[in-house]
Every structure is written in structure tokens, then in C-alpha cells.
């Protein structure tokens, strides 16, 4: 008889059958709403940080941007190479580590997190817009 055993241990779902365990990432899974937690998604896509508004094409060096299947967003002036490296579809953890404080109402710009890509287990830590609440 096969056992079926389901714990949550964070955001990772672990499926244990006839006593093997190992780590299946929890689909469909939202932003995280506290510092210090973390959601299991994907990467949908990797650009740079501007395009060219009468191409449509990518501005090299004007730094990279990443999007995840939850709806995550991490932008950075920055070409990061921990993000050129990963590839769409690649599993991560996408945690977030801050909130910024006193933001005028409706602007919620500025939240930062960390980001472990699960094949090639590296990380980056940026925010999710290129400016923080309030700026421009």
C-alpha cells in the first residue's frame, strides 16, 4: 500500500512517497505580504530595465528586469548576472525582506526581495520598481 503524506513546511510543499521525501515547489502561489516570507514561483520573463519605445527592442546596459508568475517584478540600474544567467520557466524562492514606511496612499512602490533561483542557486536581492513610493 503506497502512503500519501502532504506537510507545509513555508512555502514549499513536500510530497512524501512510501517514506521518500522530496521537494515539490507550491504552484499558483501569490506575493508574499510580510517581511521575511517567502513564495515558491517561476520565472515568466528576463529584459533589461528600459526597451526602446519605437523598436520595442532592449537597451542594453540600462540594467535588467525580471518577472515572475505571481506577478513579482525586481528591476535594477544594474546588469545583474545572477538574473542573465537564469532562464525562463527556472523555479525560485521569492522572498521579501522590506516594505518602505509613510508611502502616499495608492503607491506601493519600493518593496524589496531576495530571490534564490533554484537551478543555478543563485541569488539577487532588488526592488520592485526602479523608484521608491513617492518618487518619480
Given at each position: ?46 529584459g ?13 546596459g ?15 540600474y ?59
Amino acid at each position: 500500500m503506497t502512503m500519501l503524506r502532504r506537510v507545509r513546511l513555508s512555502s514549499v510543499l513536500l510530497l512524501g512517497i512510501s517514506g521518500a521525501v522530496s521537494p515539490i515547489p507550491a504552484l499558483a502561489q501569490s506575493l508574499p505580504t510580510r517581511p521575511g516570507t517567502c513564495v515558491a514561483t517561476t520565472v515568466s520573463s528576463i529584459g533589461t530595465r528600459l526597451v526602446d519605445g519605437r523598436t520595442g527592442r532592449p537597451i542594453h546596459g540600462s540594467g535588467s528586469s525580471v518577472r515572475f508568475a505571481n506577478g513579482g517584478v525586481q528591476v535594477s540600474y544594474d546588469d545583474v548576472d545572477a538574473i542573465r544567467r537564469s532562464r525562463v520557466g527556472d523555479q525560485v524562492f521569492f522572498c521579501l525582506i522590506s516594505i518602505p514606511q509613510d508611502c502616499p496612499p495608492g503607491d506601493p512602490r519600493g518593496r524589496v526581495y531576495t530571490t534564490t533561483n533554484r537551478r543555478t542557486l543563485e541569488s539577487w536581492t532588488l526592488p520592485d520598481a526602479q523608484h521608491m513610493c513617492g518618487g518619480a
